[in-house]
């Protein structure tokens, strides 16, 4: 347990930023009830940085935050703010938090939120901690982001829904699942599917390997393929690779299904809940022992701590394990 006693920080701002995941309620519940166990003051700033910018602020306690743990989405709502990438938006919203008497801020987002934060931070050195909120899993330092285990179980069930008609009618469908610029996503729940193909931003796409893995089903009678595709994929999304695919073998009926934004929504998994929950609690602590600068995350179960600038360099390496297997299994 802390000492609040010696700390400076007496007044914590949340929010959450950009894309919203699964969990991000139970990451607010903890910041919010951990705060009031140190008998800190807490405030939720509305819409990510847009509502430091525009002042909407409204506080909590441990009563505004009760039966939200299980709802996806965010209870402070979210947004993806420009006007915060501008020296002047930044110094409307450090005006704001100075004269709200709010002295340290918890962040929960991705790399959009992490970059604001270094900004704001080299700009204003202003305390602020990191929750890795997306589901991308695009980050480093950390093994999991919050809401990556339930979007990518959404996207499990969504599959499994999608092999039964895909088997019924023998054809090959094309599913599209998200992840900008991380494979994470597709590669779980296309290992979790067993999936005979799963093309992710990673590593290089080449049709024609595709074509041959397809033409090679043909022959030996198969004539039902789920292809996952990464929206960031190097070949383009499902409808591209569907539709280059279909000029080269076209032996067998194809559909495309672009799982989209179910994928972000819902209700979250244990998973999802208790990490939220653990980096909600962490958050606080590291604001009342001092820290600033710092994305939390977990590694080998553990809470780790990296620097914003580190967390958003790279995201994290992809396991050749995993692509390895991937290769050997899907074939
Ligand atoms: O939050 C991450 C993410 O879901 C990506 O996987 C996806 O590319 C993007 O957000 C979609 O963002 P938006 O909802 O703003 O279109």
Redesign the pocket.
């Known amino acids: 347990m802390m000492n609040q006693q010696q700390s400076s920080i007496k007044h914590i701002g949340v929010l959450s930023s ?4 699964p969990g991000m309620n139970a990451a607010i519940r903890a910041v919010v009830r951990t705060a009031a166990h140190y008998q800190l003051q807490v405030t939720g700033i509305l819409h990510g940085y847009q509502g430091l910018i525009d002042n909407e602020m409204i506080a909590l306690d441990e009563c505004s935050v009760s039966q939200i743990i299980h709802t996806g989405g965010t209870i402070l709502r979210t947004s ?1 703010c420009e006007a915060f990438r501008t020296k002047a938006g930044m110094e409307t919203a450090h005006t704001n938090l100075k004269q709200a008497g709010i002295d340290g801020l918890v962040v929960i987002g ?1 790399d959009g939120t992490y970059k604001g934060a270094v900004e704001f931070n080299n700009l204003f050195s202003f305390p602020i901690i990191g929750i890795p909120g ?3 899993k695009d980050l480093a330092g950390t093994d999991y982001t919050l809401g990556f285990d339930t979007a990518v179980n959404t996207a499990m069930y969504a599959i499994d829904k999608i092999r039964d008609t895909a088997t019924s009618h023998e054809r090959i469908f094309f599913v599209e699942v ?3 610029d991380a494979g994470y ?1 597709a590669l779980h729940s296309g290992l979790a599917t067993g999936a005979e193909a799963i093309l992710i931003p990673e590593t290089k796409t080449y049709i024609d390997q595709l074509v041959a893995q397809l033409e090679r089903g043909w022959k030996r009678k198969k004539r039902c393929h789920i292809i996952i595709v990464a ?2 994929d190097d070949a383009g999304g499902a409808m591209k690779v569907a539709a280059e695919v279909g000029k080269k073998f076209n032996s067998i009926e194809t559909r495309v299904s672009i799982l989209g ?1 179910i ?2 929504g819902g209700s979250p998994t244990v998973n999802d809940r208790v990490l939220g929950s653990r980096w909600g609690f962490a958050a606080v602590e590291a604001l009342i022992a001092g820290k600033k600068g710092i994305a939390l995350g977990v590694i080998n179960n553990e809470i780790s701590e990296t620097p914003f600038e580190v967390a958003v360099k790279e995201h994290g390496v992809v396991s050749e394990e995993l692509l390895n297997m991937m290769y050997i299994l899907s074939s």
């Open positions: 950009g894309g919203d995941s993806r991705g997306t589901i991308d998200m992840g900008r996503i929206e960031g934004h994928q972000r």
